[in-house]
């Protein structure tokens, strides 16, 4: 690792500042990915701005037909949480299905969104349930948010504070695990509610999209069969030594057809 600066701001306005003052320092929440980047030397920031103080981060809350997760909660909290369980239960089994313990423990919401791999799991909740960032600046939502591979629309000085889930009628999660790393090699997350029937896939192609021929085949028949039905070219899914583009592509109907038994 290189040296670098540490600084532990309490407020979010202390915090942009600090990030705005230098382009070269980087937000810390769980540090689950950005440590591992930092000891490859994948990553050298001059300083890193912990945002673990920040009040205003925090929490699980229901306001009317939405759940709002504060950024920093962590995995664990999210799986155990009385609150999620109820509202969005397919959340809740999400969460408890990530990495590790350890990971779970340290790992937060708001990292996983902001690092926006491809291989994560929430970007599919947030992106199948059609939930809104909220942002140090503004409100994007979940359709404007993941750009590319690692890559969202927040800039640079831009923190992500909360995310605001609408309450779905129903929704389910099925994904197939890397048997090493656990990651996601395909996933799908699906969902019926206030954002209309909405299906997004991870793990299988460079940033996690809506598959927008389910989402046909579903409105006119929900059923496990419909998802099935529906074949995803290989074209632009991942191809690497864990599985071909086409066997992603074949794994992106399986895991949606799951995903619908999941919701019901
Ligand atoms: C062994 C292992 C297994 C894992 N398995 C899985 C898995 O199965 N599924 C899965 O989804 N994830 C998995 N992860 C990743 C894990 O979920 C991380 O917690 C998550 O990706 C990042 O969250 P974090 O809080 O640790 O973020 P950090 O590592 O602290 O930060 C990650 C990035 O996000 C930025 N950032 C952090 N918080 C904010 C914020 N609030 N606003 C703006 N930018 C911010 C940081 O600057 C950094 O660039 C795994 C990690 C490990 C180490």
């Known amino acids: ?32 990915t950005l440590l591992p980047a930092l000891k490859h030397r994948l990553n050298k920031p001059t300083s890193v701005v912990d945002l673990t103080g920040i009040a205003e981060m925090r929490g699980i809350r229901r306001e009317g037909n939405k759940l709002v997760i504060g950024a920093l909660t962590k995995h664990v909290e999210v799986a155990t949480s009385a609150e999620v369980k109820a509202a969005i239960p397919a959340l809740a089994q999400m969460a408890a299905t990530i990495g590790d313990t350890q990971v779970r423990n340290r790992g937060t919401m708001g990292g996983s969104v902001a690092n926006n791999d491809p291989a994560a799991d929430y970007p599919a909740a947030v992106l199948g349930l059609g939930a809104t960032i909220v942002t140090s600046k503004r409100k994007i939502a979940a359709d404007d948010f993941f750009v590319s591979m690692f890559t969202t629309a927040l800039e640079v000085d831009e923190l992500l504070v909360a995310v605001e889930f609408p309450i779905p009628e ?16 395909a996933g799908a997350f699906v969902s019926k ?24 085949a579903l409105a006119s028949n929900w059923s496990p069969e419909a998802a099935a039905g529906v074949k995803q070219s290989a074209d632009e899914m ?18 949606a057809k799951r995903a619908v038994i999941a919701a019901g």
Do not use: W
């Not at 942009?16 to 003052?21: D, E, F, H, P, W």
């Not at 299906?199 to 927008?212: E, L, S, Y």
């Open 1 to 32: 690792m290189y040296d670098f600066a540490y600084h532990k701001p309490s407020s979010l306005a202390a915090a942009v500042s600090l990030l705005s003052a230098d382009p070269d320092a980087k937000f810390i929440s769980g540090g689950q």
């Open 170 to 185: 129903k929704a389910g999660y099925a994904k197939m695990r890397n048997p090493a790393s656990r990651y996601v090699m």
């Open 193 to 216: 509610g206030p954002m209309g029937l909405r299906v997004a896939i991870n793990g299988a192609a460079a940033c996690v999209f809506r598959q927008t021929d389910m989402e046909a």
């Open 238 to 255: 991942n191809g690497d030594i864990h599985g071909s583009a086409e066997y992603r592509a074949h794994l992106v109907s399986v895991m």
